[in-house]
């Protein structure tokens, strides 16, 4: 399984400088962690502006509050999770926590996963037609590695919402990435399972 | 036939693991470099309103506690009536009693541990649950206080982040801080001299009475 994008080592001396006021300091583990903030951002939020503040906020507050950070945790998880924060509370003010919950998904379980044959822009167009607390909720999942109870604690919901978000999001993503979907709109009816 | 195998077993989380880093359209260490240079500065002018915000939660707490303490020192569990919220602190079923004795968390220590980090996230949730419950009565912050308000919310989101990575031996003193700086807020908000003049018109004098 390959790690977090935030899973970087940050030499204790280069923290220890940053805490000190150190503005190149901070330059370099800004620098160092951009990529992977923005990147969890523009999947939570879908929106390169948006995503674009939450970098800033969440950098920002990580330079003001890094005399708290106090070493118990490696300083990526910590800094990853400020920048989480910072995208699901955007994601609330927005008013964009709505799941998905009223379309239903015919897939063939048994034939190869759609993303198997899916390029990189295929995939993300998928990713970004999902709602947005779906898509959070996936990538939180499968790429940064959250359990089902740290999601649900994080998006305020049950470790159930968090597994069928999961479900109907990987469902969602096979239908949109299968070039003969059989979607089924509730109320339809065509297809009906 | 295994490559085809290989293929099928390549999970979502692969793929999407697999995908690029996206990179900014535009550099935002600019931007942040500003605010990094005159720290100095924004200290002093989040300062003044936290200074305010503490003195008058001390004047407010020293107050409700001499109002308080026959009933607290004697029968603490008669004085607390607010059930805890189960909004976002762990503990939710944590029983009034333990609320009252956080409420008076400057005393010695009168139970263990556990009772007492019990305690203090139910002093949380009973705090949340006022600040929720008074958004829509209180007037909209001067933009200092506002200020003031947004770091403190900024210092609980990261109290928060350190409660997830905390020990058992280091999870009391995070919920201390995390009731300390929702007391911060809670007096901010009731500094604010709108919803002060029409408490007597509102709930939020019975609340406060409530969470203290």
Known sequence: MTASSFQLEVPQSLIDRAKAGEVDAFERIYHRF???????????????????????????????????????????????????NQALMRLRRERRFEPDTDVEYLTDDAAAPTWVHADASALERALGALPALTRSV???????GYSHPEIAELVGKTTSFSKSQVARGTARLRA?????????????????? | MSDMNAENRLTLGDALRALPLAAPGRDAWPALAAYLVPPARRRRRYGAPLAIAAACMLAFVAALSLRHMP??????????TVAPAAASSKTNGANVSDE????NIHEPAKTDGGDRLAAAQARSQALERWLRDTRRAASPLPSQDLAAAAEIENLIGLVDVELAASSADGALSLWRRRVALLEDLT???????????SAAASPAIGILNRIN
Request: charged content about 20%; hydrophobic content about 50%; glycine content about 2%.
């Open chain 2, 100 to 103: 009252t004795n956080v409420t």
């Open chain 1, 138 to 144: 996936l990538w939180m999942y499968h790429v940064e």
């Open chain 1, 176 to 193: 949109l990435l299968d070039p003969s979907p059989c979607l089924i709109e509730a109320g339809s009816p065509a297809c009906l399972i």
């Open chain 1, 34 to 84: 951009e990529r992977p903030a923005y990147t969890l951002a523009l999947r939570i939020l879908g929106d390169a502006e948006a995503a674009h503040d939450v970098l800033h906020d969440a950098m920002l507050k990580v330079f003001q509050c890094i005399g708290q950070y106090r070493n118990d945790a490696p300083f990526w998880a910590w800094l990853r999770q400020i920048a989480l």
């Open chain 2, 187 to 197: 007096a901010l908000r009731y500094s604010n001299d709108r919803l002060a003049e």
């Open chain 2, 71 to 80: 009933s607290a020192v004697v029968e603490p569990q008669v004085t607390a």
